[in-house]
C-alpha cells in the first residue's frame, strides 16, 4: 500500500473558466487551486489589460478583482500558444470601453478563429483581420453586444467559441440564444462552462 498525501494540479479548462468569471464578477474572487500553465497565464495577461486586478497568491490560489460586468480597458492581447485564451479573450474584449487587438504565435495564427469573428458579429461587434491569415483581429465592442440576444452557426470549428460566449453571457442585458446546426464539437466542454 501507498500512504501519503497527493495534491494534484489544477484543472486548466476550469482555471479558465473560473477565471473569465471572477473577472467580469462583482468584488473579489479566489480560485483556489488554480493551474498556472502558458494558457491560464496568457489569459491573466489578458484580463489585466482590459482592466481586471489578478494576482498569484503564494499557496498557489489566484485573486481576482472583478469589473462588474464591463472592462475598464483595452489594448493589446497577446494569447500566445493557446486557443482557449484566444477565443476567451475574443468575447471579452467585447465587454470592454475600446478597440483591441489580439494575437498569438505564428501556430496559433494558423488556428481556426473564424467561427467567433461571425457569431461576435452577429451580435453586433465590429471584429477585423489585420491580414489574410486568423489573427490579428481588432475587436471593438459595442452597445448591441451587451445587449445579447440571438446567434446563430453552423457546426463551429471549436466549442471553445460557444464557452466563450456562455462566460460572458450572464453580463448581456437581454441574456443570450445560440443556435448551433449539424452538430456540436467537445459538446462535453460546452456543459462543463455551463456548470461553472
Not at 30 to 37: D, E, W, Y
Not at 108 to 134: I, K, N, S, W, Y
Request: aromatic share 4%.
Amino acid at each position: 500500500p501507498v500512504v501519503g498525501d497527493l495534491n494534484p494540479p489544477g484543472s486548466k479548462s476550469l482555471s479558465q473558466r473560473w477565471l473569465m468569471l471572477a473577472a467580469l464578477a462583482e468584488g473579489e474572487s479566489v480560485i483556489s487551486n488554480a493551474l498556472r500553465s502558458d494558457d491560464v497565464e496568457a489569459l491573466v495577461r489578458g484580463l489585466q489589460v482590459l482592466g481586471a486586478d489578478i494576482r498569484w497568491r503564494e499557496d498557489g490560489a489566484l485573486v481576482v478583482r472583478g469589473v462588474a460586468g464591463r472592462f475598464p480597458g483595452s489594448g493589446a492581447l497577446d494569447a500566445g500558444e493557446g486557443g482557449t485564451p484566444a477565443r476567451f479573450m475574443m468575447a471579452a474584449a467585447c465587454m470592454a470601453t475600446g478597440t483591441s487587438s489580439l494575437d498569438g504565435s505564428p501556430r496559433l495564427r494558423a488556428r481556426p478563429m473564424r467561427d467567433g469573428v461571425q457569431l461576435l458579429a452577429g451580435l453586433g461587434a465590429h471584429v477585423t483581420r489585420a491580414g489574410e491569415g486568423e489573427l490579428t483581429l481588432w475587436i471593438t465592442p459595442s452597445d448591441a453586444v451587451r445587449r445579447g440576444g440571438c446567434v446563430s452557426i453552423e457546426r463551429p470549428a471549436s466549442s471553445q467559441f460557444l464557452s466563450a460566449l456562455a462566460l460572458v453571457a450572464p453580463w448581456m442585458q437581454s441574456g443570450l440564444r445560440i443556435e448551433v446546426r449539424g452538430g456540436l464539437p467537445s459538446d462535453s466542454y460546452v456543459e462543463l462552462t455551463v456548470q461553472c
